[in-house]
């Protein structure tokens, strides 16, 4: 560590809806791995809006319960791939320079549309907005900036879209981090997980053996609810009390289950259109090639079909 301060030297750094929950609780229950009280700490954007970090003491808060023998202590905050030299330099300055990033990438079409429908599930979009709708509002925002990290719907729309620019971002962060960062792919996360996880595994050089099949369910999924008022509480309860939740997974997967026999309605959730796919497909294209140059020109060629 760098300090007598517990501060993480292993963050999931990016991005929304690409698996980073479920990764992050894989990872948290490795034997190897002590995962921070809450996932999303967020620490460091404040300096992606030029503004000022919280004392470094409260970063250290959330790593409380970690034992120094642990070889990792992990956090993830998806947003701080956006904050480019910004976050990346302070990381560095403040968890050591050993610290490790990891980036999970999704096709950003996939992205925006599951980005909305959680959005929108958990009552931040108007529930009349259609994702059509969402995307060309999206696209007239793409060149505005944000003052400071804002759930609200103008935030929602002003991110929404510009978040799928990936080869705007990354490149920093490879200058910084150099070997200390790994790029993976949402795709191939869900394809299989297994292979998924023992190669990350491999990276951060701990054994993969410890985990059981069982091991890898599906975390933070986005469902479409009968009951709105019920489904806005449960959203109030795992916020309010997730460091339990950490604490015990096996009990929030239970609980989920039987929440999701309650208040689950699979035939209300909506489904992206072939022509919205095609518009998204189009818009991306440029920056989707761009990245997809810059990632073998480092060596990463085993790319998703939406990077070849």
């Given at each position: 560590?760098?300090?007598?301060?517990?501060?993480?030297?292993?963050?999931?750094?990016?991005?929304?809806?690409?698996?980073?929950?479920?990764?992050?609780?894989?990872?948290?229950?490795?034997?190897?791995?002590?995962?921070?009280?809450?996932?999303?700490?967020?620490?460091?954007?404040?300096?992606?809006?030029?503004?000022?970090?919280?004392?470094?003491?409260?970063?250290?808060?959330?790593?409380?319960?970690?034992?120094?023998?642990?070889?990792?202590?992990?956090?993830?905050?998806p947003?701080?791939?956006?904050?480019?030299?910004?976050?990346?330099?302070?990381?560095?300055?403040?968890?050591?320079?050993?610290?490790?990033?990891?980036?999970?990438?999704?096709?950003?079409?996939?992205?925006?549309?599951?980005?909305?429908?959680?959005?929108?599930?958990?009552?931040?979009l108007?529930?009349?907005?259609?994702?059509?709708?969402?995307?060309?509002?999206?696209?007239?925002?793409?060149?505005?900036r944000?003052?400071?990290?804002?759930?609200?719907?103008?935030?929602?729309?002003?991110?929404?879209?510009?978040?799928?620019?990936?080869?705007?971002?990354?490149?920093?962060?490879?200058?910084?981090?150099?070997?200390?960062?790994?790029?993976?792919f949402?795709?191939?996360?869900?394809?299989?997980?297994?292979?998924?996880?023992?190669?990350?595994?491999?990276?951060?050089?701990?054994?993969?053996?410890?985990y059981?099949?069982?091991d890898?369910?599906?975390?933070?999924?986005?469902?479409a609810?009968?009951?709105r008022?019920?489904?806005?509480?449960?959203?109030?309860?795992?916020?309010?009390?997730?460091?339990?939740?950490?604490?015990?997974?096996?009990?929030?997967?239970?609980?989920?289950?039987?929440?999701?026999?309650v208040?689950?309605?699979?035939?209300?959730?909506?489904?992206?259109?072939?022509?919205?796919?095609?518009?998204?497909?189009?818009?991306?294209?440029?920056?989707?090639?761009?990245?997809?140059?810059?990632l073998?020109?480092?060596?990463?060629?085993?790319?998703?079909?939406?990077?070849?």
């Amino acid at each position: 560590m760098a300090n007598a301060l517990k501060l993480p030297n292993l963050i999931i750094g990016g991005v929304h809806k690409a698996g980073t929950t479920s990764v992050f609780t894989y990872l948290g229950m490795h034997p190897e791995v002590c995962a921070s009280i809450k996932k999303e700490i967020g620490f460091f954007m404040p300096l992606k809006y030029g503004k000022n970090l919280p004392p470094i003491e409260e970063y250290s808060k959330y790593f409380v319960q970690c034992n120094e023998e642990k070889k990792y202590f992990l956090e993830a905050s998806p947003s701080y791939l956006y904050g480019k030299e910004f976050i990346a330099d302070s990381i560095l300055k403040e968890c050591g320079a050993n610290t490790r990033m990891i980036f999970i990438l999704r096709n950003p079409a996939d992205r925006l549309f599951s980005f909305y429908e959680r959005k929108k599930a958990n009552a931040y979009l108007n529930s009349s907005i259609s994702f059509s709708d969402f995307i060309h509002t999206s696209e007239k925002l793409i060149n505005t900036r944000l003052e400071d990290h804002r759930e609200d719907e103008e935030a929602i729309y002003i991110r929404g879209i510009q978040e799928g620019f990936y080869i705007d971002y990354l490149p920093v962060w490879f200058d910084k981090f150099g070997p200390n960062l790994k790029i993976l792919f949402f795709e191939e996360l869900k394809k299989d997980t297994i292979s998924f996880m023992q190669s990350l595994c491999n990276w951060l050089d701990i054994p993969f053996d410890s985990y059981k099949p069982e091991d890898f369910k599906v975390e933070n999924q986005t469902i479409a609810y009968r009951n709105r008022f019920l489904h806005k509480t449960l959203l109030f309860i795992n916020k309010k009390f997730e460091t339990l939740w950490r604490k015990n997974v096996s009990l929030k997967r239970t609980l989920r289950g039987l929440y999701k026999r309650v208040n689950a309605e699979d035939r209300k959730r909506e489904h992206m259109n072939e022509e919205e796919r095609q518009y998204l497909n189009t818009l991306y294209q440029p920056y989707n090639e761009q990245l997809s140059d810059f990632l073998h020109k480092k060596g990463i060629t085993l790319l998703p079909d939406w990077l070849t």
